[in-house]
Nanobody, 130 residues
Framework: QVALVESGGGSVQTGGSLRLSCSAS????????MGWFRQAPGKERERVAS???????NYLDSVRGRFTVFQDNTKTNLDLQMNNVRIEDTAIYYC????????????????????????WGQGTEVTVSS
């Protein structure tokens, strides 16, 4: 089973930028989704951005146009570039890999809820302040 390690979290002011990185310990096959989820205090975990095996991407409405995912050709690293951050982006961010083929999770893995058959990293905290 793949192990995921995140890095790059920290504190940033509103309007600033931050880049999160995720490294997979084993090669991620061409079949699965990779993505970033986040959980803010008192809220449910939500999928922020995901990338399917075919390279298609899907974003949470509130981050579309501000956040971008980048995956390397080996599919073992996944970065999340966060631009123009907002207070409401404050959360713990988790890198994740689905254990279901991306072909059944919709375009860009838009149907990936993370509630089952998902491998998680340990999380990295992002704090946005004014």
């Amino acid at each position: 089973q793949v192990a995921l390690v995140e890095s790059g979290g920290g504190s940033v002011q509103t309007g600033g930028s931050l880049r999160l990185s995720c490294s997979a310990s084993n090669y991620v096959t061409n079949k699965y989704c990779m993505g970033w989820f986040r959980q803010a205090p008192g809220k449910e975990r939500e999928r922020v951005a995901s990338i399917a095996a075919d390279g298609g991407t899907n974003y949470l409405d509130s981050v579309r146009g501000r956040f971008t995912v980048f995956q390397d050709n080996t599919k073992t690293n996944l970065d999340l570039q966060m631009n123009n951050v907002r207070i409401e982006d404050t959360a713990i961010y988790y890198c994740a890999v689905s254990r279901l083929p991306s072909s059944i999770l919709g375009r860009g893995c838009r149907n990936w809820s993370g509630r089952e058959l998902t491998t998680w990293g340990q999380g990295t905290e992002v704090t946005v302040s004014s």
